[in-house]
């Protein structure tokens, strides 16, 4: 049987002073403790039900926790694997086969950083990106322009 939380906060000190020197006080300490159990309606059998018991956590209670530790460790783990193969990938949601960055990506990331480079090239930059919108593929010299761009602001290929 558990004893209720606060009961068992009060019996902490009285507890401890179990231990005094004083005999006096440690059988005060005794008196103390008896008088805690019966005033709410408990004996010292119950005391030590409660110690052996650890706590007074029942079975269903320990279940519990274990069940919530398991619920936070897979959450935890499929956390840690996006974010493996966010690093990896990239966060963009389309990738070519080779796991290179889609021409999109590529077009808006230097959209995104066009002030980095001189303003010749960002009417390009912008012509690129509104490509985008109407999924209209650039041609092959356009692709090895932005992808040139790209590598100039230090974008990288994975």
């Not at 001189?118 to 650039?138: C, N, Q």
Request: one cysteine or more.
């Amino acid at each position: 049987m558990a004893l209720p939380r606060e009961l068992a906060a009060k019996l902490g000190k009285p507890i401890r002073l179990l231990a005094s020197d004083s005999k006096g006080e440690a059988f005060a300490a005794l008196c103390a403790i008896a008088r805690l159990l019966e005033s709410h309606g408990y004996t010292f059998h119950t005391l030590a039900d409660h110690v052996e018991n650890g706590g007074g956590l029942t079975d269903a209670d320990k279940q519990k926790i274990r069940s919530e530790i398991e619920n936070a460790r897979s959450i935890g783990y499929a956390e840690g694997v996006r974010a493996a193969e966010s690093k990896q990938h990239g966060t963009g949601a389309f990738r070519n086969t080779d796991g290179a960055l889609e021409w999109t990506e590529v077009a808006l990331y230097c959209q995104r950083e066009k002030h980095r480079l001189p303003d010749k090239h960002h009417e390009s930059i912008d012509d690129m990106a509104s490509r985008t919108v109407w999924g209209r593929e650039p041609t092959p010299k356009q692709h090895q322009y932005l992808h040139s761009l790209f590598f100039k602001l230090g974008g990288e290929l994975t």
